[in-house]
């Protein structure tokens, strides 16, 4: 018995096919998510049915099923990263000789994430020391730097996606309309939020793979002229 990987898309290989989730490269489509999975094929005419396929992680099993037929496909999902995945699968002959008889086949194979997503928040500062120049001025700006997430590599542009919020005077927060650049302009002194989606998750489907960053923005004090008796 053989059995070969193959990523999602490609020609299916005979006579096992064990066939991997694939979000833009990577297996899992967030770090930390779980949103992988695989599944597994006999072919026709390979062992004798039925058939009992299990999975396991680090040595534990983590899934099985039992009298699969040939042509049957069997699906393991909600999977998380990791290196050491083994799929196994024994026909009919090994499992009544008590593993005896040599008709089993295995493959190892990884499930890969993206690295952690994640948005660091700074401010340009003026002369004065703090990010607006005058009380009551607009005239802050606060630029992002973002690493890791599952972006697009094959563009010039990653495709980050961002969201902008200020706080109001209530502690509530309201989404800045039309900002959806990686740099915040001509704004006044107070707490901004930002929160980033990467290229693969705006848009789509899968887990929601997000970092968000806040900063607080100063102002100098008011300028007060008072006159002397």
Not at 113 to 133: H, K, R
Not at 163 to 181: F, V
């Amino acid at each position: 018995v053989n059995i070969t990987v193959e990523e999602e898309g490609e020609e299916v290989p005979d006579p096992e096919v064990i066939e991997l989730s694939n979000y833009n490269d990577y297996n899992i489509s967030c770090f930390d998510g779980s949103n992988g999975w695989v599944e597994v094929t006999i072919s026709e005419n390979v062992g004798n049915a039925p058939f009992d396929i299990t999975l396991s992680l680090d040595g534990e099993i983590i899934g099985e099923f039992f009298d699969i037929d040939l042509g049957e496909s069997v699906l393991f999902d909600n999977l998380s990263a990791g290196q050491n995945y083994l799929i196994e699968v024994w026909d009919e002959n090994y499992v009544e000789s008590g593993g005896s008889e040599n008709c089993a086949a295995q493959a190892v194979f990884e499930m890969t994430q993206p690295d952690p997503l994640s948005v660091n928040l700074s401010a340009f500062e003026y002369d004065c020391g703090t990010e607006v120049s005058c009380f009551g001025a607009e005239d802050a700006i606060i630029s992002t730097e973002i690493n890791g997430g599952n972006i697009n590599d094959s563009s010039d542009d990653p495709g980050y996606v961002f969201t902008w919020e200020e706080q109001n005077a209530d502690g509530s927060w309201s989404i800045l309309g039309g900002e959806i650049n990686s740099t915040l302009t001509n704004i006044g002194a107070g707490f901004y939020v930002v929160t980033v989606e990467d290229w693969y998750s705006a848009g789509s489907e899968v887990e929601y793979c997000f970092a968000t960053d806040t900063i607080e923005i100063f102002q100098p004090e008011e300028l007060i002229i008072t006159e002397q008796s």
